[in-house]
């Protein structure tokens, strides 16, 4: 009785250990996650436009400050006490062209030349009876020359000589030091009477009458207040667009009006810090003042090859999303310029489709359809 017993409890057993073995992998195949199903990547549809490459009119920006084209800053090249003109050496009065400027006490200076001029003629009178025995063909020459100066006036240049020999006795009797030094002093005494190189008006003036003026010393500014010129820095990338004669509209945010400025001159050196180059815009206006700022555009400027997009589509810098064979395309292209809303590219063949508004989450390959723009 106790064998069977102990051999239906085994059997009992076995079988709760197989249902318990069953109902445990039963949980954990209900547990297992089912096998991931592979789906498609959905098709998207853009908007797209063939490209045409074209030549685009750009309008190229500048800025900078006016000065005058005509300036000259008067430093004293002589020394003495300053004397007084009519108009004065004042800022706001204006000169003509010739006029005096300034004025320095000469008359030590001008007693000097009188008496280099007077020693000059008594050498000229010394040799001319030499000459008319020994080069009788210059005697009526330098006889003629002799009575022309005027000891109140500039000393004129004496007789061209041909003959060396003769050349070698004027030497020898000082006739040609005694010339030179002669035009030095005459030189020398123009500089007590400074002269206005140009009709204008002075603009800054440091000096006064009766002050003693020093060698070196700075005066003051004279400016042609007519011409004026604008000194502008262009990107690199600009530089084959310009050219001499292009012409500049110009304004001021402090005043109205235009102005039509020409481009007179490109510097053909770099400024190795900035990588820019240097443009000078003359101008004339009769409200323009020296130190002004003006901006304008600069006309006449074409962009050959470029397409205009807008500035929106650019991404990672310099590409664009393009279509080919119903899948989007990363397209690199050469930004040119941006203006406020669009971006002029260069790189784009003619015809080629460009996406004209963002994709979200767009991918090189991604498939789409596409719709071009009316």
Known sequence: MKKETIIIRS?????????AAGLFSNYLASQAEPPAKRSSAPTKGVLVERANPSTTPFQLQVYGKIEAYERIELFAEVSGVLQSTNPAFLEGNAFRKGQTLLRIEDSEATASLMSQRSTYINTLTQVLPD???????????WQNY??????????PAPPAVDNSQAKIFLTSKGV???YHNLKSSEERLDKYHIRAPFSGVVTQSSIRPGTLVRIGQPMGTFINPSVF?????????????????????LSSPDIDGEWEGTINR???GLDANSQTVKAYIRLKGSTLREGMYLSGVLQGVNLKDVVSVNRRLIFDNNHLWTVEDSSLVKRRVEVVEFTE???LVR??????????????GAFTGMPVTYSEEL
């Open 176 to 178: 040609y030091s005694a």
């Open 146 to 155: 002799l009575a022309s100066i005027d000891l109140d006036k500039n000393t």
């Open 347 to 360: 790189g784009l063949n003619a015809g080629e489709l460009l996406v004209t508004e963002p994709v979200p």
């Open 341 to 343: 809303n669009e971006a």
């Open 131 to 141: 000459i008319k025995l020994d080069y009788p063909d210059l005697f009526e020459a």
């Open 11 to 19: 059997i009992l057993g076995g079988v709760a250990i197989a249902a």
């Open 229 to 249: 010129e604008l000194e502008v820095s262009l990107s690199l990338q600009y530089l084959d667009l310009l050219q001499e004669g292009n012409k500049v509209m």
């Open 266 to 268: 490109i510097n053909k």
